[in-house]
């Protein structure tokens, strides 16, 4: 079955510790998004990648950081300079660059920072 | 500046009954992508219907459909016999053309009333 993949579904981080979130997709989607929820709020896009080895700042990058070194993958490092890690977190792909299509969801992790 | 408003925080309706949800946007690009998500209590992001702003029917996908109205910016989703499964948060999403970014309203949450 195709899909994405994230791990883990819950995280404990204490303050000042790094963390990274874990995104997999054998979708053979191109364009892979983080996006950031927080209670009872929308979406809002943290880094998003359109091709291996690059990838663009989205709305709220500050204190988060983002690797694309393979197709598959889009990990996500939350960095202690992020001053309210706790939150949601969303990661997303799209098949090719149009418009028109749709970004896939995976089921999201949830961080706690304690 | 791309902006999607939805004004309704929450939303109660009887089983069976159907059900809309209404989007408002904000653009001035001639071309663009909106799209509906829902949010089930589990967190994941379920797409479940997509109107291109060049599109002149109102798509629809099984119970869902969008009432379209390019001239007002309004793009309001239609859920007809609603089931208790419905019961959901659901988010509105715009891209313009050549944009990556996904622009999400702030959400609607929606309880089916047995």
């Known amino acids: 079955d195709g899909g994405i993949t994230q791990s883990p579904k819950y995280l404990f981080r204490k303050e000042g510790q790094n963390v990274t979130l874990s995104c997999e997709q054998n979708l053979n989607h191109d364009a892979m998004y983080w996006y950031r929820q927080d209670p009872g709020q929308g979406l809002r896009l943290i880094y998003y990648s359109q091709i291996v080895n690059d990838f663009q700042k989205g709305d709220i990058a500050e204190g988060y950081s983002v690797s694309r070194e393979k197709k598959e993958s889009f990990p996500l490092t939350v960095t202690s300079a992020q001053k309210n890690p706790t939150a949601f977190y969303l990661c997303?792909?799209?098949f090719g660059i149009g418009t028109y299509n749709e970004q896939f969801f995976g089921p999201g992790t949830r961080l706690t920072v304690l | 500046a791309q902006k999607i408003t939805q004004t309704q925080p929450g939303m109660f309706v009887q089983e069976k009954e159907a059900v809309t949800l209404d989007c408002t946007y904000d653009?001035?690009?001639?071309?663009?992508?909106l799209f509906w998500y829902k949010q089930p209590s589990s967190g994941e992001m379920i797409f479940l219907i997509y109107q291109g702003s060049y599109d002149e029917q109102n798509a629809t996908e099984g119970r869902y459909s969008l009432n379209f109205q390019k001239a007002r910016k309004s793009t309001n989703l239609v859920i007809s016999a609603s089931q208790l499964g419905d019961s959901a948060m659901y988010f509105c999403a715009m891209r313009e053309e050549g944009a990556q970014k996904l622009v999400f309203g702030q959400g609607t949450r929606l309880t089916i009333n047995p």
């Open positions: 653009t001035s690009d001639q071309s663009y992508g």
């Open positions: 997303a792909s799209k």
